[in-house]
């Protein structure tokens, strides 16, 4: 099985731009979810979703959007991209269990700069 | 804002070592998860500890959860070289969203 792939790994963009991470994942998860990871500020929720057609925003939405039109595949766009969106995102997914939430599988992560 | 803080923020130990981070919390929880990332790479789960549990260990790993302190620590005894990585605790509130939080991690450096 290939996990959570994320593509791509790398990417420059001028501010301005828009662009599409994509997410992709294998096995059969109900939820998933995308991070951001900056120096000293940990893992940031951005937008989440428990289902196909089911999304919610996390803690630092503003800027992304999201969509979940199959089980697999949940894409985040940047509509706009800034230099404070510079980052590297993560995405993860998870079989969702009846009590909270289970073990978070995560990508390999795709470093975005903006310039 | 975030749930989870860890301390210390980085930890340098001799190999062999019993290497300790702690994690506290603010709200009531599911559970709570520890996650690791070497560099450059996507995180891994460790353990996960339910909000009945007080101790959960796995091989070398030691999780305990104090609920009434909100409050857990990873304990990782005879550390080797290859422990070295940032490591992460994540809770789940109740309450109804599924989402993780994440802290902001302690860096574990061993020393050969």
């Known amino acids: 099985n290939a996990g959570v792939t994320q593509t791509p790994k790398f990417q420059v963009l001028k501010t301005g731009q828009s662009m599409t991470l994509q997410c992709a994942q294998d096995?059969?998860?109900?939820?998933m979810s995308w991070y951001r990871q900056d120096p000293g500020m940990g893992l940031r929720l951005i937008h989440y979703s428990v289902g196909a057609g089911i999304t919610d925003q996390g803690e630092v939405p503003n800027g992304y959007n999201v969509s979940r039109s199959t089980t697999e595949d949940f894409p985040l766009r940047l509509l706009s991209a800034a230099p404070s969106q510079t980052s590297v995102y993560f995405c993860?997914?998870?079989?969702?269990?009846?009590?909270?939430?289970?073990?978070?599988?995560f990508g390999e992560g795709s470093r975005l700069t903006v310039l | 804002s975030q749930q989870g803080e860890e301390d210390p923020q980085a930890l340098s130990i001799q190999e062999g070592e019993n290497a300790t981070m702690n994690c506290s919390y603010k709200?009531?929880?599911?559970?709570l998860q520890w996650y690791r990332q070497n560099s450059g790479r996507g995180l891994v789960h460790l353990i996960l500890?339910?909000?009945?549990?007080r101790e959960k260990h796995s091989g070398r790993l030691r999780v305990t959860l104090d609920t009434s302190k909100k409050s857990s620590s990873l304990l990782i005894t005879a550390s080797r070289a290859a422990d070295t990585a940032s490591y992460f605790c994540?809770?789940?509130?109740?309450?109804?969203?599924?989402?993780?939080?994440f802290g902001q991690g302690t860096r574990l450096t061993i020393n050969p």
């Open positions: 500890i339910r909000s009945n549990e």
């Open positions: 096995m059969n998860h109900e939820y």
């Open positions: 994540a809770t789940d509130e109740t309450g109804g969203a599924q989402k993780l939080v």
């Open positions: 709200t009531s929880i599911n559970n």
């Open positions: 993860a997914s998870s079989h969702r269990g009846g009590r909270g939430t289970g073990e978070l599988f």
